[in-house]
């Protein structure tokens, strides 16, 4: 279940909402007048959820250059790398 504060906490409650971040992996919402506005979270959880988004992003690429055909054998890109480290 999402936690879900108002803006009055970020100033009244920092502790609280600081310890829940560092407690549970997920953000919690902010409210603004009733709507939602923010949500909060821990650097740690931040850098985790960046982190699945780049490799989602590398994932695609890599799926994009097998439908495009534009890969190699392992032992071909593996020849490879082992020249440009000897050069």
Request: glycine fraction near 6%; aromatic fraction near 10%.
């Amino acid at each position: 279940m999402p936690e879900i504060r108002p803006s009055s906490d970020l100033r009244n409650k920092y502790n609280e909402i600081s310890s829940f971040c560092h407690s549970y992996p997920e953000p919690v919402y902010i409210t603004k007048n009733g709507e939602g506005d923010l949500a909060v979270m821990s650097i740690e959880t931040y850098e985790r959820l960046v982190g699945k988004f780049e490799l989602y992003k590398l994932l695609n690429q890599g799926m994009e250059a097998v439908e495009k055909n534009k890969v190699k054998p392992f032992r071909d890109a593996v020849t490879d790398i082992q020249k440009g480290l000897s050069e």
